[in-house]
């Protein structure tokens, strides 16, 4: 894990084609480390959700490559590697699922449903509505808490249409994003014992996948990336 965050230190020093063609072995050697630490962590949720053994390292892992097409930063390589485990979908899927981020100064771990499509987001927020005791108990347990001080992103300003403004509980129904994350040191991925401790948050985390999951079970249209 040492040698993967050093490189990753090195391409934001050098964020260049040229760089990177002639550290290209380098980058290689992290490629397949990275997919080897995501075949232990999918063994290790496997152990918790069945489903993921059906994923490989390439269902969960992204490309390097950065798409510039539309976006003014126009450096050619991510700065990250990001490993999104997925039991019933794949990296494109809109269904809840557990993150690893891996990046010099911004490691966490996070996961859930990122950026969900209007009718699912929909769904999701009527279900809370509806199941706001269920829903509460989730995310409102210590455990909980202490793994992932922050649940929901990319917020409203106003009340999303449909809901009553004086609803006691209407916050919770403002973001656009229903994940959860916990920063983490850098040193945190040189544990020894980092599958493991991964194992945790992905134990604590999977009644909140399953809350939103639901959903997409019932509706596979849902997730027009199944």
């Known amino acids: 894990m040492k040698e993967i965050y050093d490189f990753l230190k090195d391409l934001k020093q050098n964020n260049n084609r040229d760089w990177f063609n002639a550290n290209k072995d380098r980058y290689l050697r ?3 480390q990275t997919d080897e630490f995501s075949s232990l962590l999918i063994a290790e949720l496997s152990s918790i959700d069945p489903d993921a053994s059906r994923l490989s390292p390439s269902d969960c892992t992204y ?3 950065r798409d510039t097409r539309f976006s003014n930063d126009k450096t050619p390589y991510k700065t990250h590697i990001g490993i999104y ?4 979908g794949n990296k494109k899927s809109y269904r809840a699922g557990y993150y690893i981020h891996m990046e ?3 490691s966490f771990i996070g996961g859930g449903c990122w950026c969900p499509q209007p009718p699912l987001l929909k769904e999701i927020r009527k279900s809370i509505y509806d199941n706001v ?3 509460l108990e989730i995310i409102g347990s210590e455990e909980f808490r202490n793994h992932y001080p922050e649940v929901g992103s990319n917020l409203l300003k106003t009340v999303p249409k449909g809901f ?3 609803w006691e509980h209407i916050d919770l129904l403002k973001p656009r994003d229903y994940t959860v994350l916990a920063s983490v040191p850098d040193s945190f991925f040189q544990k020894r014992d980092v599958v493991e401790k991964i194992g945790e948050y992905m ?3 999977k009644p909140y996948n399953d809350f939103i999951n639901f959903l997409i079970d019932e509706d596979p249209s849902l997730d027009p990336n199944r």
């Open 203 to 205: 134990k604590v985390l």
């Open 104 to 106: 010099p100064g911004g």
């Open 30 to 32: 992290i490629k397949s």
């Open 63 to 65: 490309r390097i490559y």
């Open 164 to 166: 009553p403004k004086d």
């Open 133 to 135: 005791e269920e829903y």
């Open 85 to 88: 485990i997925c039991p019933k």
